[in-house]
């Protein structure tokens, strides 16, 4: 059976919070931080990050927030030919998502700047993307990677790539 990766812990989350306008007793949950200060539009804007698209250009997958558009692409075909065609290579490069900066930009990385709080989100992604693109995909195998800030030499990051 495939280990999950997903490992949030509610305790941790719920100490972050009480920075905010928080008003929780002792079994206070995120879901009652949720009722309490989210909205339906937070939870539509964080599908996208949650349940992404993503796109086949050339025979590799991408994330939509990767390759968007016809310039996107063009650097994808121009990297496979630097790359000689490697195929993965290209795939990594431009499936290599840092967190928090390249989902909620630099400010949060700075303010965010945990990275309990990072691995947690990079599981969570890594569970749910490869939930979505087994659906998008049913006949290719994708690998997830959590990359370490020593790997990546700034944030820890996630890639991913067809097997």
């Avoid at 939870?43 to 086949?56: A, G, N, R």
């Avoid at 025979?59 to 558009?69: I, L, N, P, Q």
């Avoid at 995909?137 to 996630?158: C, M, Q």
Wanted: net charge negative; aromatic share 12%.
């Amino acid at each position: 059976m495939k280990k999950s990766l997903l490992m949030i812990d509610e305790r941790i989350v719920i100490e972050k919070l009480k920075g905010r306008d928080y008003e929780g007793g002792e079994n206070f949950t995120l879901s009652d931080y949720a009722y309490r200060n989210g909205s339906p539009l937070d939870l539509i804007m964080y599908s996208k990050v949650l349940w992404p698209d993503f796109i086949e250009f050339e025979g590799m997958v991408f994330s939509k927030m990767m390759v968007e558009d016809e310039d996107d692409e063009q650097k994808v075909l121009d990297y496979l030919v630097k790359t000689k065609g490697n195929r993965h290579k290209v795939e990594q490069s431009f499936n290599f998502i840092e967190i928090p900066s390249m989902l909620f930009g630099k400010k949060a990385a700075i303010e965010l700047a945990d990275e309990e709080i990072s691995i947690m989100i990079a599981g969570l992604l890594c569970e749910t993307w490869s939930l979505k693109l087994s659906k998008d995909y049913p006949n290719r195998k994708f690998v997830f990677r959590i990359l370490d800030s020593e790997e990546t030499g700034d944030e820890l990051a996630i890639m991913f790539y067809q097997a």
